[in-house]
């Protein structure tokens, strides 16, 4: 591997936005890229001067040439190309969820250990602005002890422009980015969960999944830990501008997400002290040859479904590649590794369940506490 990871980056919609940070990053060499349609792939190849170009995954897993992958392919298939990447002796990163089953993400932790490589999954909630802000705030003192934590990730995905398997898909099965912040700041496992669904989408959406809630609020509690969250996730007919969010209650001050885009989160101290504060970008805490990928006009598609939707991820794309490739070079699971991801995803696919038996407690399974 000498002193730089050979990666290949798989899927080219989102996908491309990482390419130009492993090509600047002095520790990664961007060798290969993947998409199924050859035109858009040369297209994007040329443009970005890729000399290895693959429109067959499985051919791609046996070059030698490539130490590892990064994988943003559409999320059904997510289990599917990590596992053939583990099997096949690379390194992986993925893009969320980890899997759609809590079957599907029990042997993505059994392959990392068995094969040894590096699994991270690429969860930008926890390398966000605001969230990295709130953190330096809480491991400073500002904040106090923490009281109660607050996540959601409302969105509507009825808008046209999305893969047809996104319509209907409950709302917990896509969690991580609600879920993550909240156990990430207190650095423990979730241990139980309840939730409640509310509210009924259009029938033609319910048929799919058999699943007809609107609105999933989940109840977590934590592992070793009196402080417990609550996380809700809206998907379809339910009206709210884009929020992707967590609000933090402390003994001394709080933190809540902006209420509208633009607004300005608020941090609250005091008895009735209250101010929209503006969260610093995160370029200062990155190596000089990836530090500007963390700055909003660096995003290479802002028309991308994604990026208007969603602010193109609060600058936390360089700060993911960087954990990613020094776990690879360091010998050392991810920050993000399996178990933890599991513990996120999992999280959300037995919190659907809880709704669907009426708000039932489920305790997480074993293999997800880290």
């Keep these: ?134 953190k330096s705030l809480y491991e400073k003192g500002d904040i106090g002890r923490l009281q109660f934590l607050r996540g959601s990730h409302q969105q509507n995905m009825s808008l046209p422009g999305w893969p ?42 319910v048929e799919k999944y058999n699943s007809p809630f609107a609105a999933e609020s989940v109840q977590l509690t934590f592992a070793d830990s009196d402080v417990a969250g609550e996380v809700t996730r809206t998907l379809f007919d339910t009206i709210r501008q884009y929020r992707e969010s967590f609000d933090f209650y402390g003994s001394k001050e709080s933190f809540e997400w902006e209420q509208c885009v633009g607004e300005g989160p608020v941090i609250y101290t005091g008895i009735e002290g209250a101010e929209h504060i503006h969260v610093p970008d995160t370029d200062y805490m990155l190596p000089d040859s990836i530090k500007k990928f963390s700055l909003k006009n660096q995003i290479e598609d802002q028309d991308h479904v994604s990026f208007i939707q969603g602010d193109g991820h609060g600058g936390s794309h ?18 993000v590794n399996s178990v933890v991801a599991a513990n996120w995803n999992v999280a959300g696919i037995l919190a659907h369940e809880s709704a669907m038996r009426g708000g039932e407690i489920i305790e997480m399974p074993d293999f997800t506490q880290f």
């Excluded at 099965?173 to 969960?193: D, G, M, N, Q």
């Excluded at 360089?318 to 920050?335: K, Q, S, V, Y």
């Design 318 to 335: 360089p700060h993911m590649i960087r954990e990613f490739i020094d776990a690879i070079l360091e010998g050392r699971p991810a920050h």
């Design 164 to 205: 047809s398997y996104w319509y209907g898909m409950p709302p917990m099965h896509y969690p991580t980015h609600a879920i993550a912040p909240l156990s990430e700041i207190l650095r423990k496992p979730i241990k139980t969960v309840r939730c409640i669904g509310s509210g009924r989408i259009r029938e033609e959406y």
């Design 1 to 134: 591997m000498d002193n730089k990871v050979r990666v290949a980056v798989v899927g080219l919609g989102f996908g491309g936005e990482f390419v130009p940070i492993y090509q600047a990053y002095e520790k990664t060499e961007c060798v290969a890229v993947c998409r199924r349609n050859e035109e858009e792939l040369n297209k994007f190849a040329d443009a970005h001067g890729v000399e290895k170009r693959y429109t067959d995954y499985d051919e791609l897993l046996k070059d030698p040439d490539i130490d590892a992958v990064h994988i943003n392919t559409d999320l059904l298939s997510h289990y599917t190309f990590v596992e053939k990447a583990l099997k096949a002796g690379k390194h992986v990163a993925s893009t969320v969820p980890m899997g759609m089953t809590v079957e599907e993400c029990e042997n993505i932790c059994k392959l990392e250990k068995e094969t040894g490589k590096v699994y991270m999954l690429m969860e930008t909630s926890i390398y966000t602005r605001e969230f990295l802000y709130f």
